[in-house]
């Protein structure tokens, strides 16, 4: 929760390609004073089964720069070893590649944060892209 000398951050992933929550995936959390400061790790969760991550550690007071840091290929690593079939049978093939696991093994989101403030940070993901924007 934020309070008048802290930020604090929130956020979810939505699995685009499958249109669902993606569960099981491990978050870190780091921030800085200033962007010159070195990053301090601060600690991490996982995404629930709705996809949230409702207990990422509190900013310490003085944070301008924070980064979230989503470990994305051990989920799509799983996702695809169990090849949920049920839930991607109306998806288009791969045509693009022989890969089946993510072109992307990690996304790292860095933002600017300010005292008093929340910022709930949403991933949209998909094994060959990913966006991230503001939410509420």
Known sequence: MSTETTASVSTHILDTSIGRPAEGVAISLAARAGSG???????????????RCKDLPALPE??????????TEAYFDKKFANQQADAQQDAPAN???DTTGAFFPEVAITFAVKPGEHYHVPLLLNPFG?????GS
Do not use: C
């Open 95 to 97: 045509r693009d590649s």
């Open 130 to 134: 990913y966006s991230v924007y503001r």
């Open 62 to 71: 003085g944070t301008t720069h924070v980064r979230l840091d989503f470990e």
């Open 37 to 51: 400061a070195a990053w301090v790790a601060l600690g991490g969760s996982a995404t629930d089964a709705d996809g």
